[in-house]
């Protein structure tokens, strides 16, 4: 949903002494509206607020770009786009051109204008230090009066500038650059919309005399405003020769004169070693005659192989067997999902429908002590506003699928900064957000519990003071780690063999500690959901991955029967795990009984990141190996922060434990997890979950006893593990795969073992995951008169392509063309049972359950035609198209009209699993991905890139190897994103990076030039024809992959992700100061601490 | 405070080649105006502050964040969305190109992805640009399934069929003008 300005009128003035009255007149309440691409987004997030924008593009002549004799003037309203792209530009500035062909995206340099970036002076911005080194003049039009302000005295802060009232940016008019003037800028940046740095030189050279005669320099981005600084200008000054020993004292200065601000892009310290980097780069390509380069970083390759290589993999050869399986058909969504017809639940209007929006806490831990809904009843268009205590009629006003600890509205106290408190509901969404701001909320504040760390420590405040009930789902997880009166959550251990003889004859023990940070899946489509309760039903729309366990939630609520829920979900907008579980669903629920009518809540994405993001792992690991270098014991404790609810932590701590394992052969194993409730965002599943959390310490510390024993890290690796058929998991399903032949195939992928040239570096990881999750199900599919199928499967379309694979599997049974099967997916009312989406369960076993239908229904139509020919069913052959005895042949659809003399009757057939045989061993699918990363590094300033990336599907059998593949490269560059950047950080009890500006996701320019996967078919899967469970693996490989190939390159072990340049940079800077890796603690005092009062053990500072 | 009626603005723009005439407030986005009055959802939200591209909407040609454009500012003017790509139910080359590469898999930052790469082929991509080019250009639309590379090679195989397309024309007989 959008965020909602407060309103605001516009005014147009014709001149620019109309607008420049408008301003006057306005006072604070009016501003220049320009391209609006700062200023509507800070009235959007509520940080400004203008009851008239007076814009200036209806003024003529603004936009204008001229030459004069000696200089340049561009009007202020000029946009980046037309600045790029302007010849007199390019002639005159070409590196003005190219900062402003880079600012954002194509959008805002559509839109955004040079002038309007100058007056809103947002520190994390170019234009305005390069145009300090051009000595630009800006053009300020007042009333009545013109005057030119030089840039250096533009800018008065942060968000600030001179002007004055009524006064208006005109023209900017930079200096046309003389003979021997170079200009050189660097934009260091995290994330392409926002630079965290921005150096920009001037050298005038004196080519004759070889001298430096004069100099500007600047730094942005990382200061309050653009600065300059003559002092470090003026020790540029004099002969190229000694240039480079003036340098360092001229960043030096510059760097103090620039006020370097400490903040979430990096500290002050790597700021100003970036500056001494980039200046000096800049000055010495400058003096060398190099073209100066805005962003820098490494040089792409192009993708053209890489691509040939995609295409060349969809052309998979065809298997003679099948008729559609193993065939890259296009996806059945594809022309809905282009032309803008595929529906979405925010898509979703009913009749009469309303619109409900929540006001959340501000505050992690309080209790409630009044709420005033006075002001907001009264709003025009509100139909209703609801608290906790208006739920306390309800039969159940809690839920949770485990525990039964989710608020759908606070009751008497807050858990966490972002807690819905109050809901609005009214006839539209702009009146309920306006209305939201009209609530007042008196809280009392309590200790707030930040941290596993404090929240385990006996004595701790509680989050949730009364015991809750176990849920209704609590799947195969241990309940019994929840230890009511305390914090804990879980208590997971994992544990055979004696762990202590183990370590007592190993001969090398390698101890670490390592981190896998607070993540956010961010779907790009936000939780959304619409109901419609009408007394004794309820119908749902709803994008949560999970549609049967959202009916029994929402049925709980008010005491219905499951057959009176409806739940729909149309098409999903990226899950990603994020949308396994009930979210907004009780919400949009409880809001529709209280006005009768259908209610639509959708939240913003700072809304749903509070709503849900990932568990972390703070994680100590102990591997040890014997005289042979065969590993024998692994000892971990693991500390995880489930935030204010338990949602599905417990399964993801669970996970955690038991794939902490590995595919190794251990003699004994000491794992034990425990996850807290702490006042932050609840946290619960993210793709890929515990194995994610497990392979970062676990392949990572593979790799530092593989270089403690003098091995390779592949050859080390293909020692110790396990062959095909062994049970390295007592009590769990025999390995159903060739993982050293897998990890062969990634390590030749990667030209393994050559040597990478200096400042590149590979590495590899893997891990085994116990997927599928609970083995229950069913579908059915109907054939009717005409020979076409229907499939109904309870399974929703999340984009992982499981409409188009389970269509492909009634299509195989039935011989037909893919368009005469329809597949009806996810609706309750309709569809069969399937208890969940997701853990890469949909192909093996709704594609196992649609097999099964399909041939109960052959079987069913192999008795009609017995009878049609009056004939012993034995003697009919079932051919994929139709029944045959002898010569004689009867297609399905014509069996069908025959037997039941109506030619558009129908046979449906059923098929289902549950977890018993062969279903019942768990897991019913191990997979085993392995990731291969080759990296580029830049050793002066921590960055890096990765070039490669390579990995293998071990899937069974690809029924659709393009839909197979294009998982595998969409779970790497995910997991690429948590590698190199991403990180949910509190700041106190503030997420301090909760939206998309500055919660960076991976991009298209962070593709590597390499990017494969090898499909591996040797179907000896679980699932239709020998598929096995795929699609999350890889993002649980990358991240200790990228850790290796650092180390490859670099020689530095990184052991908290992200590996952010920064965090790279020091770990250089402690490896060249001798600084020694952190000594063996045994098990640490964070532990140890949460068991015993007197022990001792630090949260972990995560920034 | 009663704060003084703010009067709606009479807005007249082509959307989809199609005229149109709608009341909106001065601070109503053109994507609310898209979503809510005019019924033409395939434009979808995500983050709404102009870093997603999800929202990606042709105004005279070029990409524009529709969360953050206003919609009084697109009076007279031609608006192109997901819904117009497509003439008589015959799909632009871009939209063919997606399918064929299967370049998306939620779809849901499909509209905004083939509006740009559809203004990218047709207003900025130079006879001799590379696929580095591309993807500088592409960087500001996100896509949290596809990993990129399918949506890269669709687009190269959209701007192939183009090339193909235009020197076709020309190498027609009598077409040379």
Not at chain 1, 530 to 536: E, K, N, Q
Request: with cysteine; aromatic share 6%.
């Amino acid at each position: 949903m959008p965020h909602y300005p407060h309103p605001f009128r516009i005014a147009q003035p014709a001149t620019l002494a109309e607008a420049s009255e408008l301003l006057l007149s306005g006072g604070p309440d009016a501003t220049c509206y320009a391209g609006g691409s700062e200023l509507l987004l800070a009235m959007k997030q509520g940080g400004l607020r203008y009851d008239t924008l007076i814009d200036l593009k209806t003024i003529p002549g603004l936009d204008t770009i001229e030459e004069h004799n000696d200089h340049l003037e561009i009007g202020a309203l000029a946009t980046h786009r037309t600045i790029a792209r302007s010849p007199l530009v390019r002639a005159a500035f070409p590196l003005l051109a190219r900062l402003e062909g880079r600012i954002a995206n194509p959008r805002v340099r559509s839109t955004g204008t040079l002038g309007g970036n100058l007056c809103f002076a947002e520190p994390h911005s170019d234009p305005g230090t390069l145009l300090l080194v051009h000595d630009a003049v800006l053009h300020v039009a007042g009333p009545g009066m013109e005057r030119a302000v030089p840039i250096a005295a533009f800018t008065a802060g942060p968000y600030e500038t001179v002007l004055e009232p009524g006064e208006i940016l005109r023209a900017i008019a930079i200096p046309t650059l003389a003979a021997g003037q170079l200009v050189g800028y660097r934009r260091v940046q995290q994330l392409e919309h926002r630079p965290m740095l921005g150096v920009a030189v001037r050298l005038d050279l004196d080519l004759a005399r070889q001298r430096i005669v004069g100099s500007r320099l600047g730094v942005g981005a990382s200061s309050p405003i653009p600065v300059r600084s003559e002092a470090a200008e003026a020790i540029l000054l004099g002969d190229l020769d000694g240039i480079a020993d003036r340098l360092p004292r001229a960043a030096e200065i510059l760097a103090d004169d620039a006020d370097l601000l400490d903040d979430a892009d990096g500290s002050a310290d790597y700021k100003r070693h970036l500056i001494g980097v980039h200046l000096g780069r800049l000055v010495s390509g400058l003096i060398r005659g190099e073209d100066p380069e805005i962003t820098g970083g490494r040089t792409r390759r192009s993708l053209k192989a890489t691509i040939e290589e995609w295409e060349e993999r969809r052309q998979h050869t065809p298997k003679p067997e099948f008729s559609v399986v193993g065939r890259s058909v296009p996806r059945t969504d594809g022309r809905a999902k282009v032309t803008g017809q595929a529906v979405y639940t925010a898509d979703v209007v009913l009749p009469r429908m309303a619109h409900a929006k929540v006001l959340r806490s501000p505050v992690a831990h309080a209790r409630i002590l009044s709420i005033d809904t006075t002001a907001a009843k009264a709003v025009e268009g509100v139909l209703d506003v609801m608290v906790g205590s208006d739920l306390l009629t309800l039969k159940r006003h809690l839920f949770g699928h485990a525990i039964r600890d989710n608020a759908i509205l606070a009751m008497d106290k807050v858990t966490y900064v972002g807690e819905p408190v109050v809901a609005v509901i009214a006839e539209d969404e702009p009146t309920a957000a306006r209305a939201i701001e009209l609530i007042h909320v008196a809280y009392d504040e309590l200790e707030p519990v930040m941290t596993p760390e404090a929240a385990l420590r006996p004595g701790a405040p509680l989050i949730h003071e009364e015991p809750h009930d176990f849920g209704h789902a609590p799947g195969h997880v241990n309940l019994a780690g929840r230890k009511f009166g305390t914090n804990q959550l879980t208590d997971d251990v994992v544990a055979w063999g004696d762990i202590d003889a183990a370590f007592a004859r190993a001969t090398t023990i390698v101890e670490g500690e390592y981190y896998y940070p607070m993540a956010f899946a961010y779907p790009l489509e936000s939780y959304a959901a619409v109901v419609d309760h009408r007394g004794d039903e309820v119908t749902v729309h709803t994008n949560g991955q999970h549609t049967y366990t959202t009916r029994r939630d929402v049925a709980d609520l008010f005491g219905l029967p499951l057959s009176r829920v409806r739940v729909i979900t149309p098409f999903v907008g990226g899950g990603f795990g994020a949308k396994s579980y009930s979210k907004v669903e009780p919400l949009a629920a409880v809001c529709s009984w209280r006005v009768r009518r259908p209610v639509r809540v959708e939240l913003t994405v700072e809304e749903t990141v509070l709503t849900t993001r990932a568990l972390d792992a703070r994680v100590w690991l102990r591997t040890a190996a014997d005289a042979d270098g065969k590993l024998i014991a692994r000892q971990a404790r693991v500390l995880m922060n489930s935030g204010a609810f338990a949602q599905n932590s417990m399964l993801v701590s669970a996970k955690t434990s038991t794939r902490l394992v590995g595919p190794y052969g251990w003699d004994a194993v000491d794992i034990r997890v425990r996850a807290a409730y702490t006042n932050t965002s609840p946290a619960s599943s993210y793709r890929g979950f515990g194995g994610a959390h497990a392979s970062l310490p676990g392949e990572v510390q593979m790799d530092e006893m593989a270089e403690r024993l003098g091995r390779d890290p592949v050859d080390y690796r293909l020692l110790n593990l396990v062959d095909r058929g062994h049970v390295f998991f007592p009590g769990k399903r025999p390995l159903h795969a060739d993982v050293k032949g897998n990890l062969r195939l990634v390590a030749g992928g990667l030209d393994w073992p050559r040597k990478e040239p200096p400042g590149t570096g590979k590495g590899v990881a893997l891990v085994v995951m116990d997927s599928g999750a609970v083995p229950v199900g069913r579908s059915e599919i109907r054939v009717h008169g005409d020979g076409s199928v229907t499939v109904l499967t309870g399974s929703a379309e999340l984009g992982q392509g499981s409409q188009t694979i389970l269509t492909m599997v009634a299509a195989e049974e039935f011989g037909l063309p893919m368009e005469r099967v329809r597949i009806q997916m996810s609706d309750s009312g309709v569809t069969p049972y399937a208890r969940t989406t997701g853990a890469d369960r949909t192909t093996i076993m709704e594609g196992t359950t649609i097999l099964l239908a399909c041939r109960d229904a052959k079987e069913q139509l192999q008795e009609m035609a017995a009878e049609i020919w009056e004939i012993p069913a034995e003697e009919i052959e079932l051919e994929k198209s139709g029944a045959r005895n002898g010569d004689r042949t009867l297609p399905w659809g014509d069996i069908i009209g025959q037997y039941f003399q109506a030619p558009d009757m129908e046979v449906s057939g059923r098929g289902h699993i549950r977890p018993v045989g062969d279903w019942g061993l768990i897991p019913p699918s191990w997979e085993n991905p392995i990731v291969g990363v080759r990296v580029a590094t830049d050793a002066e300033t921590g960055e890096w890139w990765a070039t490669s990336l390579v990995d293998v599907a071990d899937i069974g059998l690809a029924i659709n190897p393009t839909l197979a593949d294009g998982m595998d490269i969409g779970s790497m560059m995910q997991s690429l994103g948590i590698a190199m950047r991403e990180q949910l950080v509190y700041d106190g009890q503030q997420l301090s990076n909760g939206s998309v500006l500055n919660y960076r996701v991976p991009e298209f320019t962070d593709l590597p030039d390499e990017v494969r996967t090898f499909v591996i078919e040797n179907r000896d899967g679980m699932g239709p024809y020998g598929a096995k469970a795929h699609g999350d693996g890889s993002m649980a490989t990358v991240v200790p992959a990228v850790s290796n190939a650092l180390h490859d390159a670099l020689g530095v072990r990184m052991h908290r992700a992200p590996f952010t340049p920064e965090r790279v940079w020091r770990a250089l800077r402690d490896q060249a100061d001798g600084v020694p890796p952190d000594p063996p603690t045994g098990i640490p005092g964070w532990w140890t601490a949460t068991e015993h009062p007197e022990a001792h053990g630090d949260a972990l500072d995560t920034r | 405070m009663a704060d003084a009626p703010i009067d709606p603005i009479a807005v007249v723009m082509t959307v989809n080649r199609t005229e149109v005439s709608v009341e909106v407030e001065p601070s109503e986005s053109l994507s609310y105006t898209l979503r809510n009055r005019l019924g033409l959802t395939g434009t979808k939200l995500s983050c709404d502050v102009q870093a997603c591209g999800a929202c990606t909407v042709l105004v005279d040609g070029l990409p524009r964040s529709s969360c953050t454009f206003l919609t009084y500012e697109a009076r007279g003017r031609e608006v192109l969305t997901v819904e117009g790509l497509a003439v008589d139910g015959v799909l632009h080359p871009v939209q063919e190109a997606f399918i064929a590469e299967s370049a998306f898999q939620c779809g849901f930052c499909t509209p905004g992805m083939l509006l740009t790469a559809h203004a990218y082929l047709a207003n900025e991509a130079e006879a001799d640009a590379d696929d580095d080019d591309l993807i500088e250009h592409m960087s500001g639309n996100l896509c949290r399934c596809t990993g990129y590379l399918p949506i890269v090679a669709a687009i190269l195989r959209a701007q192939k069929a183009r090339r193909a397309q235009i020197i076709g024309f020309a190498g027609l007989p009598g077409r040379q003008g």
